[in-house]
Nanobody, 123 residues
Framework: QLQLVESGGGLVQPGGSLRLSCAAS????????IGWFRQAPGKEREGVSC????????TYADSVKGRFTISRDNAKNTVYLQMNSLKPEDTAVYYC????????????????WGQGTQVTVSS
């Protein structure tokens, strides 16, 4: 079973940057689509970004386009989310999730989830 462990969250000033990491075990990420989701207090979990090399997909939510970048380090079996120009509305718990091959923005389409890492954007 694919297992995911997230890290890299923290407190950052508006306009600052963070890089989140999602380390995978159990399977190589080569055959998986990895999505990043976030959930702010009182709100539903929403899709942020998704990457699948085999599925030929690279997607971003409109709210993060031009600011966030998803990438993968095959040697480390790790997916990253580089977050730049952070805004207070980016504050949320961020999760990575996996499913075979094809990207999706729907929470229910993903069967493997990390534990979540808190990102707080505040002055």
């Amino acid at each position: 079973q694919l297992q995911l462990v997230e890290s890299g969250g923290g407190l950052v000033q508006p306009g600052g940057s963070l890089r989140l990491s999602c380390a995978a075990s159990g399977f190589t990420l080569d055959y998986y689509a990895i999505g990043w989701f976030r959930q702010a207090p009182g709100k539903e979990r929403e899709g942020v970004s998704c990457f699948s090399r085999r599925g030929g997909s690279l997607t971003y939510a409109d709210s993060v386009k031009g600011r966030f970048t998803i990438s993968r380090d095959n040697a480390k079996n790790t997916v990253y989310l580089q977050m730049n120009s952070l805004k207070p509305e980016d504050t949320a718990v961020y999760y990575c999730a996996g499913r075979p091959y094809f990207c999706s923005g729907e929470v229910t389409d993903f069967g493997s989830w990390g534990q979540g890492t808190q990102v707080t954007v505040s002055s």
